[in-house]
Structures are given as structure tokens and as C-alpha cells.
């Protein structure tokens, strides 16, 4: 018999509380664009966590091969490993957005005026790119009422997702899988969740996203999709 671990249970009691309060589709308090239209067969990848190596490269060299731009929510840390990354991203048509400065909860829970963590991950990304991205997802997508506020105060459009997948889960779920789980939670409109890498990971080995992405893009183009970016799909600029 398994002897339950007190702080263990409180940690996921804590993360299963929070991610059903704050996250997307059904919370946010309003501040979430959880999808685009839903009369255009349009839909939009996204990509939280990275860049890394090699899993980011894995990933965006599968997506030139199928001819898809997607939109990267990129932390600032992983960008200071890999600025050279980011701007080749960057320039091969990706939308690049922020993701925090070192994908900390704590901070998006904290009330008050602090927006460093916000600004520590833009400014890591306007130093390589030259340009200030306009679109954020807090990590874990938790939003407080109060982080809400304060994004929308510092100009930022606040992306969620409609379909959300379990790539981040170690080990890796299988691709397939990934893929076809998506598939069926697919609407027009939809913002998938994929994440190309592992926060504060510098290197890391991540095959299954790619594999889910390779497989995803043609069953769903069969069914007359086109991928575009958020900002295609929302019509709004990418950058301030």
C-alpha cells in the first residue's frame, strides 16, 4: 500500500484548483481570445515554453517542410540561450509572443502593480527582433483578475487556446496521439496549445510535438484547413 505524501497531494490539489479557476477555455475573467472566428475553416499553432535545442529546430524545420507558420510564446531565459535562434524564427515568418520572463505562477498571482516578469520576456525578445511582440500567455495559462488588468494595461492581447494537448507531460505522449486528440477538438476558429520545449532548459530533447504537428497538419488540410498565424487569424498586428 502507497503511502500518500502530504505535501505531494496539497502541490496537486493546488495545481488542479488553479488550472480549473484561471485557465482557458471556460476561465480567464474575460481576458482570453480563446479562438478566432468560427465561420472560417482557419486555425492557428501555437508554441509555449522555448526556444531550445535541438527541439525547437526539430520543430521548425518540420513546419517549413509542410509550409506552416505558427506563433511562439517565448520565454525570456530560453531566448537569452538562444537569441540566434529567435531571430531565425523570426525571420522565416513565425509570430513571435511573450511568455514571462522565467515562467513563474507566483508572480501572475501576486496583486499589485509589479510587472517585471512581463517585461523581463519582451524585452528579451525586442533585443534580438527589434520589435516589442503583442500577444502573451501566462504561464500554466493561470490568469488572476488583477494580471489580466495588468496586461491589458501594458497593451497586451491575452491568447489562450480552444484545444489544449498533453505534450508537456515527461515522459512525452505519444505523437499520434497528440495528433489525434487534436484532431477531434478541432473547430474553426481553433488556437492549438503545443509547447516546443521545457522552461529555464537550455537543451532538451522533445520529438513527440513534432511528430503530433507532422501528422495533425495534413489530416486536418484534408479537411479543407488552412494554418495561419494569431495574428492572421485574429487580424490584429503581432508586434507594438
Known amino acids: 500500500m502507497s503511502i500518500l505524501n502530504p505535501k505531494r497531494a496539497a502541490v496537486k490539489l493546488f495545481d488542479t ?4 479557476l484561471l485557465s482557458p477555455p471556460a476561465t480567464g475573467f474575460g481576458y482570453f481570445v480563446n479562438h478566432g472566428p468560427r ?3 482557419k486555425v492557428a499553432l501555437t508554441f509555449d515554453d522555448g526556444p531550445s535545442r535541438p527541439c525547437t ?5 518540420a513546419m517549413d517542410a509542410l509550409e506552416v507558420k505558427g506563433t511562439f510564446f517565448c520565454l525570456g531565459m530560453n ?10 524564427m523570426y525571420q522565416a515568418g513565425h509570430v513571435i509572443g511573450n511568455h514571462s520572463g522565467w515562467h513563474s505562477r507566483k508572480t501572475g498571482l501576486m496583486p499589485g502593480s509589479n510587472i517585471s516578469h512581463i517585461t523581463a ?3 528579451a525578445i525586442r533585443e534580438v527582433i527589434g520589435v516589442r511582440p503583442r500577444f502573451y500567455r501566462p504561464p500554466w495559462g493561470w490568469l488572476t483578475p488583477w494580471e489580466g488588468k495588468r496586461l491589458t494595461k ?3 492581447t491575452i491568447i489562450g487556446w480552444d484545444v489544449y494537448t498533453l505534450d508537456w ?3 512525452e505522449v505519444d505523437g499520434m496521439t497528440l495528433a489525434h486528440d487534436a484532431y477531434h477538438a478541432t473547430q474553426p476558429g481553433s488556437i492549438f496549445c503545443f509547447h516546443d520545449a521545457k522552461p529555464w532548459e537550455k537543451i532538451w530533447e522533445k520529438r513527440e510535438t513534432t511528430r503530433a504537428v507532422r501528422t495533425l497538419v495534413p489530416m486536418l488540410r484534408d479537411q479543407g484547413y488552412e494554418f495561419v498565424t494569431v495574428a492572421e487569424l485574429l487580424k490584429m498586428p503581432a508586434y507594438r
Open 17 to 20: 484548483a488553479g488550472t480549473k
Open 39 to 41: 465561420d472560417q475553416r
Open 57 to 61: 529546430e526539430q520543430l521548425i524545420e
Open 79 to 88: 531566448v537569452r540561450y538562444h537569441p540566434d535562434l529567435l531571430l531565425q
Open 121 to 123: 520576456g519582451e524585452e
Open 154 to 156: 501594458a497593451g497586451y
Open 169 to 171: 507531460v515527461i515522459p
